[in-house]
């Protein structure tokens, strides 16, 4: 198990951007799959992105494909999910997730990860 903290959210215009961060701490962090979901107000919540345990494969909501970009650093225990271009719907509270037993079939399903930190406010103005 490990335990997840994000921070970097903020205001923001429309078409700026923001990084987020998420600090994460336990040993078991370099062997879990690590990802962002976010939930706006009154909705469920949704998948962001996703990154496996070695960084060779990263998986993308359609919405934000190309805008939006996942990585991590191991030695540091980091996770980073980079937004550019971003508007008024990508306002929502911004979680980080983890866990071990993540496959390519469930990597978009929140259900499926053991490990969320208590999320971080995005606002972006229109």
């Known amino acids: 198990q490990v335990q997840l903290v994000e921070s970097g959210g903020g205001l923001v215009q429309t078409g700026g951007s923001l990084r987020l961060s998420c600090a994460a701490s336990?040993?078991?962090?370099?062997?879990?799959?690590m990802a962002w979901f976010r939930q706006a107000g009154g909705e469920e919540r949704e998948f962001v992105a996703a990154i496996n345990w070695s960084a060779d494969s990263t998986w993308y909501a359609d919405s934000v494909k190309g805008r939006f970009f996942i990585s991590r650093d191991n030695a540091r225990n980091m996770v980073y999910l980079e937004m550019n271009s971003l508007k008024p719907e990508d306002t929502a509270v911004y979680y980080c997730?983890?866990?071990?037993?993540?496959?390519?079939?469930?990597?978009?399903?929140?259900?499926?990860?053991?490990?969320w930190g208590p999320g971080t406010q995005v606002t972006v103005s229109s």
């Open positions: 336990g040993r078991s962090f370099s062997t879990y799959a």
């Open positions: 997730a983890g866990d071990g037993a993540i496959t390519t079939d469930i990597v978009a399903i929140a259900g499926e990860y053991e490990d």
